[in-house]
């Protein structure tokens, strides 16, 4: 059986599952049940100094749903814990000497002084959880107040209250980046430059879930007024991994362990994040859709995916996928595929001819067959570009076959085996002409 | 074989409402908005091309699922006029549904006959219809039959700006949508409520209790206006051939069936105990259906061939099926057994199918039956045109714009030949015929 037990910078954890510093982590009555449903560790929602910030009193949260109201994305404008900083202590200290064996981090943020950070890390180190993370993510609210996203946009910063963290606590700290930056590899090394031991990411994406369209106000309203929030949920899942993997193989931050956050739902998800350099998962919007009983569906399912492989312990796993991922200029351009169209499979709905013929290359034929609909790639036109294959509402109906041999029927050239890409293309003005 | 068993209040007045109630209940908005999304918007989509009057399926389900069910209505009826009846009368399971690709795929279909009277009940709701009349034309059209045909074509003259004027035999118009539909399939006085709709574009004036050969002629009406639609439908029916059919307790099954729509207290309506119903197309399973819930204890149908060739659907078979109602297929009715004039059982013969034929085998038998329906189709009835105009299989004659053997005379629905015997084919009719008339009116 697999071993899903985590040290994540010395942080044990029963498996890599934790709860992100939201909500689900705001209070003991949260946490306990979470932990009774099996989460291997918390991030307890972020504490800042008293007196503590106080929450509208109208809706935190707005999302965007499918037909069937499959929750898609979420947005929140909820702030920090609304609760005394000494409450959030005594109940995260009991719950740590209850629960000794999950990983219980406190999130933080306050002022950019250096002595807020040594007070409050001295306080939160005598509740003897296992680390702290520092909330330099938050979009909405606490950033108008120089705090959150407003630190996690300076790399500058980023480093100094590293530092000064380092400085001030024996635990391990992380710094939790924001995605509202152009390059995510900056605040990374800025964090790994101030010391911290490890990266988490991503925070939530600025937004604006939607536009009332009687009231003409952002939603989520409040008294006919919206502000942009922290976007999560499923739909931000492809924006976190792909920059954990922009960390995960930077030179400079290569080998940072990472806490993957952003639309984790189900186990294939958490595992997506440990293959692209994640050490553990964090969860929140699919457990405040779901409750917290997923964890078990995440933990039943990456025990039999590693059984099934034959993986015994995470760390054969974290960061297995990332030296596949590289930069577009480094792809072959001698790999040839068509798609393929599995006449057994399909359904004649004609969403893969719709797409072609209207927005693509033409190369897929429209034309009846014994009386039929029939859809049919023409091998001459298809560029295999694989918009068929997304909008097709069969699974593997619609295929990509590799072509290892002849010529493209396309461009008339010979199938070549031998690997090519763009830096020694001669369309490329750059092309660098192999050395004599 | 007793005194005949046939009776009103078989039921309490709960049981006829819940009997009665709507066979398919609306979709909320919620669950439209769900079936939308399983819709894929196919490419020139089969549902759409297996629709007699071309409805853009995708594009008005689409429309539902972006919220906007009065632009969805509007795509339905700019095609079908009647959307609302067809939407609870047709048969989609051999029309859109069965082409829909989910149907290929999963056995499934998407709920096209619901959503699309999702969007068309929206429409009706606000009480106005999505369409205004073109400046008029000084042009006069008839229109014989307030039925599907004659209002789609008279609506869609109207639209064009045209005076049109429906002359209708019976009290209420909408000809089958009022008199001939199962009354579960059109509740809440739904039939004359989409005639008022229809009506609301103006331009056109019903005349009812003018009935043609009767209070008008084709010769009067084709002096009095530029150009006559027919679509009076079907009048005669098909007789039985068999002994003592004229037997009390023989009924025509089209007749009860109109009974049951106009009736205001269903309890009155007697039925039989035991009922038998012989036929095997959409008015045998209505007739059968109406029955069972009356309270009739049991009923049968009686069928000459197999089920596959019956013209009743599937599903209508099945439905007929699940409310007790028992198909007996391969027999023929050979004798009504009577006793003091009235019915009270059928003697009946088996029958099979010999290189292509049909006939009997000589074995008989007899069942018993308090009330015996006829549901062995209808005919049409020419003699009011007095070989004016020509005919093809009894029906009226006409090519693809519905244009009769004369010039300025038109006709759809079950009276012109080659037609489905649909209330959409009879809409398509209409409009098809109304583009004509429109371009021979504009020449």
């Known amino acids: 059986m697999a071993d899903l037990r985590t040290n994540f910078v010395g942080i044990k954890s029963p498996n890599p599952f934790w709860l992100a510093s939201a909500p689900p982590t705001d209070k003991e009555y949260n946490v306990v049940r979470a932990f009774k449903a099996g989460w291997g560790g918390v991030v307890w929602k972020t504490l800042g100094e008293d007196p503590h910030v106080v929450n509208v009193n109208g809706p935190r949260y707005g999302a965007i749903h499918s037909g069937d109201r499959r929750l898609l994305g979420l947005n929140n404008i909820e702030l920090i814990t609304d609760r005394p900083l000494q409450t959030n202590l005594d109940e995260i200290k009991r719950v740590k000497r209850e629960w000794s064996d999950r990983a219980m981090v406190v999130s933080l943020m306050v002022p950019c002084e250096e002595t807020n950070w040594a007070n409050i890390l001295k306080r939160v180190e005598e509740t003897d959880c296992d680390g702290v993370e520092l909330n330099f993510g938050c979009p909405h609210g606490m950033s108008e107040r120089g705090m959150g996203s407003a630190v996690g946009q300076v790399p500058e910063y980023i480093e100094m209250v590293a530092r000064w963290c380092k400085a001030n606590t024996r635990m391990p700290v992380i710094v939790k980046l924001t995605p509202n930056i152009t ?6 090394r800025a964090a790994k430059q101030g010391g911290a031991d490890a990266v988490s990411l991503i925070n939530t994406i600025n937004s604006i879930m939607s536009i009332n369209l009687d009231s003409f106000a952002p939603e989520p309203t409040i008294d006919g007024k919206g502000t942009h929030g922290g976007y999560c949920g499923p739909a931000v899942k492809p924006i976190a991994l792909s920059m954990v993997s922009e960390i995960a193989r930077d030179k400079e931050t290569q080998g940072m362990p990472i806490s993957g956050i952003g639309g984790i739902t189900n186990w294939r998800d958490a595992l997506e994040f440990i293959l692209i350099g994640a050490g553990t998962a964090q969860v929140c919007t699919a ?3 779901y409750g917290f009983k997923i964890v078990q569906e995440m933990t039943s399912g990456l025990e039999q995916w590693m059984d099934e492989r034959g993986f015994s312990h995470l760390d054969e796993l974290i960061g297995k996928a990332v030296p596949n991922v590289t930069d577009w200029q480094y792809l072959n351009l001698n790999y040839i595929a068509k798609a393929h169209i599995d006449q057994d499979k399909c359904i004649q709905c004609g969403r893969c001819y719709a797409a072609c013929e209207d927005t693509s290359h033409q190369a897929i034929s429209n034309a009846p067959k014994n009386g039929k609909r029939h859809f049919e790639v023409i091998d001459e036109e298809c560029v295999a570009c694989n918009l068929c294959v997304e909008v097709c509402p069969v699974e593997s109906c619609i295929t990509m076959v590799q072509m290892t041999k002849g010529t493209d029927p396309r461009t008339g050239r010979k199938i070549d085996k031998k690997y090519a890409n763009w830096t020694t293309h001669p369309n490329n003005p750059a092309a660098k002409v192999a050395a004599e | 074989m007793g005194h005949p068993d046939i009776a009103g209040r078989r039921l309490s007045k709960d049981a006829y409402a819940k009997n009665f109630a709507d066979l398919h209940p609306p979709l909320s908005a919620h669950e439209a908005l769900v079936e939308s999304d399983r819709c894929y918007f196919c ?19 689409r429309q ?16 079908n006029i009647l959307g609302g009846m067809c939407a609870r009368v047709c048969p989609t399971e051999t029309l859109c549904e069965e082409a829909c690709v989910r149907e290929t795929a999963e056995g499934k279909p998407v709920k096209i006959g619901l959503l699309q009277r999702y969007a068309t009940d929206a429409q009706m709701r606000t009480g106005r219809q999505p369409f205004q009349r073109a400046p008029a034309t000084g042009k006069s059209v008839a229109v014989v039959g307030a039925g599907p045909a004659g209002l789609a074509c008279a609506h869609r003259l109207a639209m064009h700006g045209h005076d049109v004027t429906i002359f209708e035999a019976r009290k209420k118009p909408g000809g089958l949508n009022e008199y001939g539909i199962a009354a579960y399939k059109s509740v809440d006085g739904f039939a004359q409520a989409e005639v008022d709709f229809v009506l609301g574009i103006g331009g056109i004036t019903v005349e009812r209790g003018k009935a043609l050969g009767k209070q008008i002629t084709l010769e009067g009406l084709r002096k009095e206006f530029d150009a006559v639609f027919l679509g009076m439908g079907l009048q005669g029916v098909n007789a039985l051939n068999s ?9 025509d099954a089209v007749d009860y069936i109109a009974e049951i729509r106009q009736a205001k207290d269903l309890g009155k309506l007697k039925v039989g105990r035991n009922v038998l119903v012989i036929g095997g197309g959409m008015t045998a399973i209505d007739i059968a259906v109406q029955s069972k819930l009356l309270g009739a204890e049991d009923v049968t149908i009686l069928y000459r061939r197999g089920a596959e060739q019956m013209k009743a659907s599937g599903f209508e078979q099945q439905l007929a099926q699940t409310k007790g109602v028992k198909i007996k297929h391969w027999v023929s009715p050979r004798k009504v057994l009577a006793k003091d004039g009235k019915a009270i059982g059928l003697e009946c ?3 099979e199918e010999k290189k292509g034929k049909l006939g009997g085998t000589g074995e008989t038998f007899r069942l018993k039956a308090d009330m015996i329906f006829k549901a062995i189709g209808q005919t049409f009835v020419p003699d009011p045109m007095k070989d004016a105009l020509v005919l093809d299989g009894g029906r009226i004659k006409v090519d693809a714009s519905r244009r009769t053997s004369l010039p300025d005379v038109w006709a759809g629905g079950d009276c012109a030949a080659g037609g489905q015997d649909l209330t959409v084919a009879a809409v398509d009719d209409g409009c098809r015929a109304a583009e004509s008339i429109h371009e021979f009116l504009s020449a």
């Open chain 1, 183 to 188: 390059d995510i590899r900056k605040p990374a």
């Open chain 1, 287 to 289: 457990a405040m859709t």
């Open chain 2, 43 to 61: 490419y020139d989509a089969p549902c759409q091309q297996a629709c007699p009057t071309s409805i853009d399926i995708p594009m008005f389900i």
């Open chain 2, 64 to 79: 539902i699922g972006a919220g906007n069910p009065l632009g969805a209505a509007e795509t339905i009826f700019e095609q």
């Open chain 2, 243 to 251: 002994k003592h059919e004229a037997t009390d307790g023989v009924e």
């Open chain 2, 349 to 351: 013969e088996y029958t």
